[in-house]
């Protein structure tokens, strides 16, 4: 996973999208919330075979997700105020045919491994 964040996007764009509960893409994040109001954050793995991935490494790659999506936020107050108002949930993805299944999460900053 990349760490690096393009400073393309428009935040104020990105707000009313969340606002009105719909998703956006941000290079490769997902960036969507929920109807309870929380904000989901979807990254995905390198390598679409879990078995490739101890649990450590799947650890490491969430906290890269997560310094990823820190760094988005950090680029406006607005959005930052929005998102700590909200709550984050993190998902690390893997592609299976055209779909995502989630691999691990951490969700109210407890960390689970659906796959492995």
């Known amino acids: 996973m990349k760490t690096d964040v393009k400073p393309i996007l428009n935040f104020e764009e990105l707000l ?6 719909k998703s956006q893409l941000f290079d490769d994040l997902i960036i969507d ?3 309870n109001g929380r904000i989901e954050i979807s990254g995905f793995l390198p390598i679409n075979r879990i078995d490739e991935f101890s649990k450590v490494e799947l650890i490491n790659e969430m906290d890269i997700l997560k310094e990823k999506f820190n760094q988005l936020v950090n680029m406006s107050n607005d959005f930052k105020v929005f998102v700590l108002s909200a709550g984050v949930d993190y998902f690390l993805c893997m592609e ?6 989630a691999v691990c999460s951490e969700i109210l900053g407890k ?3 659906y796959y492995h």
Do not use: A, M, Q
């Open 16 to 21: 009313e999208t969340l606002r009105n509960f």
């Open 33 to 35: 919330r929920t109807k």
């Open 96 to 101: 299976d045919g055209g779909c995502s299944i």
């Open 111 to 113: 960390f689970y491994i």
